[in-house]
């Protein structure tokens, strides 16, 4: 069964330091997202991609943020400097309609 | 602000009974309802989407929506202790197009073997 992939599954980045959070959308979807889960807390949205572009990011996703579909199967979401609360798991989903998401296994990224 | 409200739980129901889970929402034109099932440490996991006031049902799941209300809830009939796990409630304003969700925090539902 397809699946949404995300790598790597844990990363550990000292504060200030870039990270870039990879994943492979399920072949053909067209809509493509990311969430977060802070440790205990809801899952938030943090952006969405359709048609090549942002289609609606929240307040979270401010300019430390940024997303890229590079080569038309990878999708990546780039923290610039990071914090100690973008500690969380990552979750990328993607959605073949704007019906459904379905979500990767996650990168739990912890800042140092 | 948009919100979705959820009882936290521990919900606990006897395996083979049927567990009710329930969802409130704030922002009266959202028009996509989701329920995701997220076990301990993994993603989340698609159960079904709602669009219409009243019933649908997929297999042992029915999810009911009442917009006048603002109410979302999820019956899982014949419940199994694999039904164990945190079930998110999710909305979007939009009937189409790729924004994003906003969850509620979840329901715990323990099924009691």
């Known amino acids: 069964e397809p699946e949404v992939t995300q790598t790597p599954s844990h990363q550990v980045t000292q504060m200030g330091q870039e990270v870039i959070l990879r994943c492979v959308p399920i072949?053909?979807?067209?809509?493509f997202y990311w969430y977060r889960q802070i440790l205990g807390q809801k899952v938030e949205f943090l952006v969405s991609f359709y048609n090549n572009e942002i289609s609606e990011k929240s307040e979270i996703f401010d300019d430390q943020f940024s997303v890229e579909r590079p080569d038309g199967s990878n999708f990546t979401l780039k923290i610039r400097s990071t914090k100690l609360e973008d500690s969380a798991m990552y979750f990328c989903?993607?959605?073949?309609?704007?019906?459904?998401?379905?979500f990767g296994q996650g990168t739990r990224l912890t800042v140092v | 602000q948009k919100e979705v409200e959820q009882n936290s739980g521990p919900l606990s129901v006897p395996e083979g009974a049927i567990a009710s889970l329930n969802c409130t929402y704030s922002d009266r034109v959202s028009q996509s309802f989701f329920w995701y099932r997220q076990y301990s440490g993994k993603s989340p996991e698609l159960i079904m989407s709602i669009y219409s006031n009243g019933d649908k049902e997929d297999g042992r799941f029915t999810a009911q929506l009442n917009k006048a209300s603002q109410y979302v809830s999820l019956l899982i009939r014949d419940s199994q202790p694999s039904d164990s796990a945190t079930y998110l409630c999710a909305v979007r304003r939009s009937g189409g197009g790729a924004d994003g969700l906003t969850f509620g925090k979840g329901t715990h539902l323990i099924i009691q073997p």
């Open positions: 072949s053909n979807h067209l809509y």
């Open positions: 989903a993607s959605g073949a309609s704007s019906t459904e998401a379905f």
